[in-house]
């Protein structure tokens, strides 16, 4: 998940679109409006944190880049963010939701089958939402950042962990289903988390060769050698024997 450790880093929830409310007459409460306007010029500042740290690094981020980038005043970026570094970790917290968020929606939306839902974590792994070059970019840059800033590990082991300890779960299901003894279901999590990481290094070093569908499989030919009988070449589940 390469040139950083699996446990220093990952990516969550897709943001929430602020729809208004079904129309009933009347109109929405001055405080409502206020806090919705806030979160959207939060979300704003966060983008172009995001922006600033893909194209001009970590270090060479600052808050007048970033409220320049935004629209922004410096004022509005110091009323929402008391410091740079307040900013980078709500930035940091947007994209580990954003990234966790996502691939439990897919995991939810896939059924109980522990196949069909490990097959919808590698889909999630390399959606365009996720998974982009600017947003590995930004990811790479935490997690150089990560070992000397408490605050940033914390957020990326978090999450990080969780996700593998999801898939560490449904490796252990296929493997009391399928009765495949010589398999352990946390070195396979362990591999597959790292096939994901190393393909994910390829997009940001590599772009024009990247081929997302490629990539996926990659990583169902690595789960057809551990799970034969629910992941055949195809790379669909089939019931266990």
């Known amino acids: 998940m390469v040139s950083a450790p699996r446990s220093t880093a990952r990516r969550g929830r897709p ?8 129309t009933s007459g009347r109109t929405q409460r001055p405080g409502t409006q206020r806090a919705a306007a806030k979160e959207a010029t939060r979300l704003k500042l966060i983008e172009a944190t995001i922006d600033s740290i893909a194209h001009s690094g970590f270090a060479d981020t600052t ?8 629209g922004l005043s410096r004022g509005i970026v110091n009323f929402h963010f008391t410091s740079k570094d ?19 929606a897919a995991v939810e939306k896939a059924g109980s089958d522990p196949a069909a839902r490990l097959s919808a974590i590698i889909d999630a792994e390399f959606h365009p939402t996720v998974c982009n070059r600017k947003k590995i970019a930004v990811w790479y840059a935490f997690w150089g950042e990560a070992r000397s800033r408490p605050t940033y590990l914390d957020v990326c082991e978090r999450q990080d962990r969780e996700l593998l300890e999801t898939v560490q ?11 495949y003894e010589t398999v352990e ?8 988390m790292a096939l994901t990481d190393g393909l994910w290094l390829d997009l940001l070093l590599t772009p024009t060769r990247f081929d997302r569908n490629g990539a996926r499989r990659v ?5 057809t050698g551990m799970f034969p009988r629910h992941f055949p070449s195809t790379g669909a589940a089939v019931p266990a024997a």
Not at 63 to 70: C, I
Not at 86 to 104: M, N, R, S
């Open 15 to 22: 943001p929430k679109s602020l729809t208004a409310p079904p």
């Open 219 to 223: 990583c169902m030919a690595f789960l």
């Open 63 to 70: 808050l007048a880049k970033v409220s320049e980038g935004a």
């Open 86 to 104: 307040a900013l980078l970790v709500e930035t940091l917290t947007h994209l580990a939701d954003e990234y966790t968020g996502f691939w439990k």
């Open 169 to 179: 779960a449904l490796c252990a299901e296929l493997v009391a289903q399928g009765g």
């Open 185 to 192: 279901a946390e070195d396979v999590a362990t591999g597959l």
